[in-house]
């Protein structure tokens, strides 16, 4: 569970008039899935930031699981909490596959012949274990990310943060990802909070938080949130595919449902059309 309280925080020598987050109110429950989809620049990543006191907010409160996130708890905290960032290039520490995920666990004083279960279930888990003695560099940018998200889970966090994970990968590199985001959220009862500009992703999760200029705006299904083309476009979002497919659809006078968001929702729509 994550809980925000009237969270206010501005970046230092920041000369913007609005604040970076401003008055946030939030509750993620414990094994949601939440996209949060706001233009540039509306504080997306400066929030996710906030949970595990990468910021320490000017004002308000945050707990996760329960805990008051203090100075003193900070390392409890961030035990709970997973996150894997844009650029894959960026998150590896160790010289192979393998050492780079076991490195999350050395630090936590694991024994070894346990840590090397655990590094060996997630390897398989993300389908890394062939390649475990290859370099991090050596791996492709779906399979850097997947390393990525490996090391993110291997001490068994509550919660999985991932900013923009897949903006860097091709359309296969990003499907695998998803799938195994689907598989992680069926298997295990993770909490995942996901920034990310694609669509089709964000219809996956249970929820959407709609940000712009520090403030969250709206909060629904993906269906709720979709169905307001017009909000969307003012905040400058784009559409799923299928509710454009709607609107062509109804310029020809063609008569659609009012909302087409999702692939199946357009399939079942074609099999009444006749
Ligand atoms: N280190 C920093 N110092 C000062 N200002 C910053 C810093 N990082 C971000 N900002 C500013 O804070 C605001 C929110 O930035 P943030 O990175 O949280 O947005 P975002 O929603 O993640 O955007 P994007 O979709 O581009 O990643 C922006 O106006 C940005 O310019
Ligand atoms: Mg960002």
């Given amino acids: 569970m994550i809980e925000l309280k009237q969270v206010n925080y501005q970046y230092p020598h920041s000369n913007t008039k609005t604040k970076t987050l401003n008055d946030i109110n939030l509750t993620i429950k414990t094994g949601e899935w939440v996209t949060l989809l706001g233009s540039n620049g509306s504080g997306k990543s400066t929030l996710v930031k906030t949970f595990n006191g990468l910021i320490q907010p000017d004002s308000g409160e945050i707990r996760i699981n329960d805990t008051l996130l203090t100075s003193e708890k900070i390392h409890h905290v961030r035990r709970q909490i997973g996150m894997v960032f844009q650029n894959p290039?960026?998150?590896?520490?160790?010289?192979?596959?393998?050492?780079?995920?076991?490195?999350?666990?050395?630090?936590?004083?694991?024994?070894?012949?346990?840590?090397?279960?655990?590094?060996?279930?997630?390897?398989?888990?993300?389908?890394?274990?062939?390649?475990?003695?290859?370099?991090?560099?050596?791996?492709?940018?779906?399979?850097?990310?997947?390393?990525?998200i490996a090391s993110a889970l291997v001490?068994?966090?509550?919660?999985?943060?991932?900013?923009?994970?897949?903006?860097?990968?091709?359309?296969?590199?990003?499907?695998?990802i998803m799938s195994l985001l689907q598989r992680i959220r069926r298997e295990q009862n993770l909490t995942i909070v996901a920034i990310t500009?694609?669509?089709?992703?964000?219809?996956?999760?249970?929820?959407?938080?709609?940000?712009?200029?520090?403030?969250?705006i709206q909060s629904g299904t993906p269906e709720e949130i979709f169905s307001q083309k017009d909000l969307l476009f003012e905040l400058g979002l784009d559409i799923p595919v299928y509710e454009k497919i709607n609107l062509q659809l109804k310029q020809l006078e063609i008569n659609t449902p009012d909302h087409l968001i999702t692939r199946e929702s357009l399939m079942n729509w074609l099999w009444t059309f006749n």
């Avoid at 966090?157 to 990003?174: F, K, V």
């Avoid at 996956?204 to 940000?211: A, Y």
Wanted: overall charge negative; aromatic content about 4%; cysteine-free.
């Fill in 89 to 148: 290039d960026n998150q590896f520490v160790g010289s192979t596959v393998e050492s780079d995920i076991a490195f999350g666990l050395e630090n936590i004083g694991m024994d070894h012949t346990q840590m090397h279960h655990r590094v060996e279930e997630v390897l398989r888990f993300v389908d890394l274990w062939d390649l475990r003695n290859n370099p991090p560099e050596s791996l492709s940018g779906g399979q850097k990310q997947r390393t990525a």
């Fill in 155 to 176: 001490s068994s966090p509550q919660i999985l943060i991932l900013d923009e994970a897949t903006s860097m990968l091709d359309p296969e590199g990003r499907k695998h």
């Fill in 197 to 216: 500009h694609n669509i089709e992703e964000s219809l996956l999760s249970d929820r959407i938080i709609l940000m712009h200029q520090g403030e969250i």
